[in-house]
């Protein structure tokens, strides 16, 4: 099976951060449409006559003024700082899962061609210094090669595990803002609706529809931006990880591959 090469990860993240941005862009249009029918009102009004321009616009509500003041300066802020994290992790995660970075092909040709060699002090202070995944569980295995074969896979394995843990760390919080988004938009929804009953309650007559209207726009505007945020931060945080996953599983083949060539070492005959 064929691995994709660098910039073809960094193609397809190119891609999902542009399919992001492109969903951004449509509710941010979709917050301007309202906007743009009422500069036409105002247009056609215009040559109506000046007095009924003037009604049009007191009776329009600009779409974006309407979220904002759905979502209140709390969740405005909250949303925003969230979806800027988000973005952060999501291009980090990219960089990181770069099979460069986990097992970049140099240091394999490199270190086999020293093995061949017999030039194992050379091959030990390649692998040290590079700071791939791969380098580091080579460098471990051979720092205690000189105990035994088994001692060396075993510090291959303890190296490969944290390594391995310091990747799925940072993806970590991308999977954490895809559950805690659609976790504060429910709290919005809870909230607007409590504000709705709430006048319902209180008013003695029945009460206008623009003041119900306004706790359930809360919660309504909360839950879509939640889910706007979560749905490709779980998706992103899936993809990554099983990238990732297969990047390690190729690490940990390809060291007991190299490696394996001392598995004579410390045998007692």
């Not at 800027?84 to 999501?90: D, G, M, S």
């Not at 390649?126 to 380098?135: N, Q, R, V």
């Not at 990747?167 to 809870?190: C, F, N, Q």
Request: hydrophobic share 45%; net charge negative; aromatic share 10%.
């Amino acid at each position: 099976m064929r691995h994709r090469s660098t910039r073809e990860w960094l193609g397809v993240g190119i891609c999902f951060l542009s399919l992001f941005f492109v969903g951004l862009g449509v509710f941010s249009a979709l917050t301007f449409l309202d906007a743009s029918t009422v500069q036409a009102q105002d247009e056609e009004a215009a040559e109506e006559g000046e007095e009924e321009a003037a009604e049009d616009e007191e009776e329009s509500m600009n779409y974006l003024v309407w979220a904002g003041e759905s979502l209140g300066y709390f969740y405005s802020i909250v949303f925003l700082s969230i979806s800027f994290t988000f973005v952060a992790l999501l291009v980090m995660n990219l960089l990181t899962a770069r099979r460069e970075n986990i097992v970049p092909v140099g240091l394999v040709e490199g270190f086999e061609a020293c093995l061949n060699e017999k030039r194992y002090q050379e091959a030990y202070e390649m692998a040290k210094s590079d700071e791939s995944f791969l380098g580091q569980v080579l460098s471990a295995g051979l720092a205690k090669l000189s105990s035994g074969y088994e001692q060396a896979i075993e510090a291959m394995q303890e190296v490969g595990e944290e390594e391995n843990m310091k990747l799925e760390h940072k993806l970590s919080y991308m999977a954490l803002i895809g559950t805690i988004s659609p976790m504060i938009g429910l709290l919005g929804t809870v909230q607007g609706m409590i504000a709705s009953f709430t006048v319902i309650a209180t008013s003695t007559v029945t009460p206008p529809a623009n003041l119900l209207a306004k706790g359930i726009s809360t919660a309504l505007f909360t839950t879509l931006v939640g889910l706007f945020i979560a749905i490709p931060a779980i998706a992103a945080y899936n993809i990554l990880r099983n990238r990732i996953a297969r990047l390690v599983l190729e690490v940990g083949i390809l060291s007991e591959g190299l490696m394996g060539r001392f598995s004579t070492v410390g045998v007692k005959k």
